[in-house]
Nanobody, 120 residues
């Protein structure tokens, strides 16, 4: 079983910055990718950014140039640096990890979510 714990959400004014953190723990053999998704009220959950084990990254068009995803030295942590925040970035942000456990069973785990609110 793999657990993800997020932190770093909060309330910020438009134009401000926040940094989200996510740490994965449990029976992890390998993490192939970690990423951030978000879900605003009344909308579907959407991909924000993802980083793979080789360091490749992918971003939603709406956040390119403003958000940066990175992994910690331990490779089981992921960060999302969010700059130039806009009110439309307001959502619950979820961490996601995909990989395999020590039984070589694939997993895809989600964090509990952290609220990001950007005021205008």
């Amino acid at each position: 079983q793999v657990q993800l714990v997020e932190s770093g959400g909060g309330l910020v004014q438009a134009g401000g910055s926040l940094r989200l953190s996510c740490a994965a723990s449990g029976s992890i053999f390998r993490i192939n990718a970690m990423g951030w998704y978000r879900q605003a009220p009344g909308k579907q959950r959407e991909l924000v950014a993802v980083i793979t084990s080789d360091g490749s990254t992918n971003y939603a068009d709406s956040v390119k140039g403003r958000f940066t995803i990175s992994r910690g030295s331990a490779k089981n942590t992921v960060y999302l640096q969010m700059n130039s925040l806009k009110p439309e970035d307001t959502a619950v942000y979820y961490c996601n990890a995909q990989g395999s456990d020590y039984r070589l069973t694939d997993f895809r785990s989600w964090g509990q979510g952290t609220q990001v609110t950007v005021s205008s």
